[in-house]
């Protein structure tokens, strides 16, 4: 209704316009459009892949196939019956893992290695090329582990090989079975296959001294303190997820190889937290450095707890010397904690602060003393 009464006021009102004002109005209309967007001229970010720590791999590793022997006749132009002249195939690459300190994990390695196959004999008496070795690097301190779990290989030190599979030898030509009897063979050898073989890779971190204790105790910040090591440090727990290597230098040039390793909670034996796995870098350290948070309660009790965990993993391990650290000084709460501790505890306690480097000449010579005491055992 609105509209049917609407139509005569705007027929008896209507204007007549200007013609050229109107196709105006009309182009302005149509060529009206939404602002567009500005192209970026900032370079896009590379990708970063994530890093993994993997200190234990199942490798499957297959050692090189032989070359074959050739089957090959010489014809002279003054004799087309010359004899055999088949050469012999080149042996199989070797694989091989070799201790170095340029890897620190097993992220980079593949779970099936083969080695590389030796070339063909061919005529004329030509031998095949031997195929190079595969080589492997592995961290140094890396244990080998055969299918029953024997120990094969330590790779303590840089360096040091282990073959884990032996290529095949190349086949022979028939000239090899050229005989008196049989002077024209018309056989000859394939290469055989390498050797088949699969190991258990773990990791044993190289450290003179590792660092033990509950997350946020401060052991991140007291390797942080004492070395160039550079782990992550922030207020919360489980930060270190892998073992971090410091070296720990002396004015007569002795240096001290330390290890943060990630922080135990109780039952970490049960899977608890990242559970027990870890302390099998602390296996070789000669000394362990026990760090306690003093400025929560019952100290004695977290020392304890410790003590479990590292009885639950390895009894060896739990009997190993030990450096008692009392962390974080610089808090209130902490020296009525650390006179309880003290009065309880039968060891030596050094009171430190690592944040802001509280008694650290004393704390570093006492490990450089335990160190000398303990380095041959």
Not at 6 to 13: A, E, G, Q, S, Y
Not at 56 to 62: A, C, E, F, P, R
């Amino acid at each position: 209704m609105f509209l049917v009464r609407l139509l005569p006021v705007l027929r008896k009102t209507s204007v007549n316009f200007p013609v050229e004002s109107y196709t105006k109005l009309i182009v302005k209309r149509k060529t009206h459009t939404l602002p567009k967007a500005l192209r970026s001229t900032k370079s896009k970010s590379t990708r970063k892949e994530p890093i993994y720590f993997v200190d234990s791999k199942q490798v499957h590793v297959i050692g090189g196939k032989g070359g074959d022997g050739c089957i090959s006749f010489l014809q002279l132009w003054c004799n087309e019956r010359a004899g055999p002249d088949g050469g012999d195939g080149g042996n199989g690459g070797h694989v091989i893992f070799q201790a170095t300190g340029d890897v620190s994990n097993f992220n980079h390695i593949l779970s099936l290695i083969r080695g590389m196959t030796g070339e063909n004999g061919r005529s004329d008496n030509c031998h095949g090329k031997n195929a190079q070795h595969t080589i492997v690097k592995v961290p140094v301190g890396t244990i080998v582990r055969n299918k029953e779990g024997k120990v094969v290989g330590d790779l303590n030190d840089a360096n040091i090989m282990f073959v884990a599979a032996r290529g095949g030898v190349g086949g022979k030509g028939n000239k090899f079975f050229a005989t008196a009897v049989q002077k024209s063979p018309k056989i000859c050898e394939y290469g055989p296959e390498g050797e088949d073989a699969t190991y258990m890779l773990e990791l044993r971190t190289m450290a003179d001294i590792g660092f033990i204790g509950f997350p946020n105790a401060g052991k991140s910040t007291l390797l942080n303190a004492i070395t160039r090591a550079k782990p992550k440090v922030a207020p919360y727990a489980f930060t270190t997820l892998r073992p971090y290597i410091g070296m720990v230098q002396y004015d007569d040039f002795t240096q001290l190889a330390v290890a943060d390793l990630p922080g135990l909670i109780p039952d970490s034996h049960l899977n608890k937290g990242l559970g027990i796995q870890f302390l099998k870098h602390a296996e070789r350290c000669k000394v362990l450095l026990i760090v306690l948070d003093v400025s929560l309660n019952e100290p004695l009790k977290h020392y304890e707890q410790l003590l479990h965990e590292l009885s639950q993993f390895s009894a060896n391990l739990a009997e190993r010397p030990k450096i008692v650290v009392a962390n974080k000084m610089d808090l209130p709460e902490a020296k009525d904690n650390l006179q309880e501790l003290q009065s309880k505890l039968n060891l030596k306690v050094i009171p430190i602060s690592a944040k802001s480097g509280t008694n650290l000449s004393e704390l570093l010579s006492v490990m450089r003393e335990y160190y000398e005491i303990h380095k041959n055992e």
